[in-house]
């Protein structure tokens, strides 16, 4: 059974930074891409951020490039997500998906239930 667990949201201010973390348990992880999606109140869920599974290539929403760092620890079943300079915008629901491809949210088979990232003004 695969399972998704996603940690490290919070309440920060505008401008502070978070780390979102992923384990993955059930799936020889290293042989998947991942990525982050965010689901923002009365918004369809949006690609943030995805990563290959060697960890070689990334991929980002225009949103938060330059802002936020995808990266993996294949040898930790983990996915990370740094977000810096973080915006009242950010503020939402943060996924992470397994097995999957791009920012493609149908492309996924597993997903967490999400952690939750709320920025203040």
């Known amino acids: 059974q695969v399972q998704v667990v996603e940690s490290g949201g919070g309440l920060v201010q505008a401008g502070g930074s978070l780390r979102l973390s992923c384990t993955a348990s059930?799936?020889?992880?290293?042989?998947?891409?991942m990525g982050w999606f965010r689901q923002a109140p009365g918004k369809e869920r949006e690609g943030v951020s995805c990563?290959?599974?060697?960890?070689?290539?990334?991929c980002y929403a225009d949103s938060v490039k330059g802002r936020f760092i995808i990266s993996r620890d294949n040898g930790k079943n983990t996915l990370y997500l740094q977000m810096n300079s973080l915006k009242p915008e950010d503020t939402a629901m943060y996924y992470c998906?397994?097995?999957?491809?791009?920012?493609?949210?149908?492309?996924?088979?597993?997903w967490g239930q999400g952690t939750q990232v709320t920025v203040s003004s």
């Open positions: 998906a397994a097995a999957g491809y791009g920012l493609y949210e149908s492309k996924y088979s597993y």
């Open positions: 059930g799936l020889t992880f290293a042989a998947y891409d």
């Open positions: 990563i290959t599974r060697s960890g070689g290539k990334t």
